[in-house]
Nanobody, 124 residues
Framework: QVQLVESGGGSVQAGGSLRLSCAAS????????MAWFRQAPGKEREFVAT????????YYADSVKGRFTISRNNAKNTVYLQMNSLRPDDTAVYFC?????????????????WGQGTQVTVSS
């Protein structure tokens, strides 16, 4: 059974930084791409960033490019999202997700396991 547990969310002022972590349980974690999505109140879940199994391929949503950095440590079964220059419109619940085998992309349908989410609130 795969479990994903996010941490690191919180409240910050605009311009601040947060680092989210997602710890994964289960075998063969390093074989799968991992991603971060977010969902703001009243909005659909949206793609933020994804990273291939070995970190060699990374994609970002245009809205976070240049501000957010996704990374992973396969020895620790953990994926990270470093968020800098945060803006009020980054306020959302952030979810990590594990891709289906061989998949890597921005569609939520490509991911088969999800964490419970962590709240990020950015005030102006």
């Amino acid at each position: 059974q795969v479990q994903l547990v996010e941490s690191g969310g919180g409240s910050v002022q605009a311009g601040g930084s947060l680092r989210l972590s997602c710890a994964a349980s289960g075998r063969r974690y390093s074989s799968y791409a991992m991603a971060w999505f977010r969902q703001a109140p009243g909005k659909e879940r949206e793609f933020v960033a994804t990273i291939s199994w070995n970190g060699g391929t990374i994609y970002y949503a245009d809205s976070v490019k240049g501000r957010f950095t996704i990374s992973r440590n396969n020895a620790k079964n953990t994926v990270y999202l470093q968020m800098n220059s945060l803006r009020p419109d980054d306020t959302a619940v952030y979810f990590c997700a594990r891709a289906s085998i061989g998949r890597l992309g921005s569609s939520s349908s490509e991911y088969d396991y999800w964490g419970q989410g962590t709240q990020v609130t950015v005030s102006s």
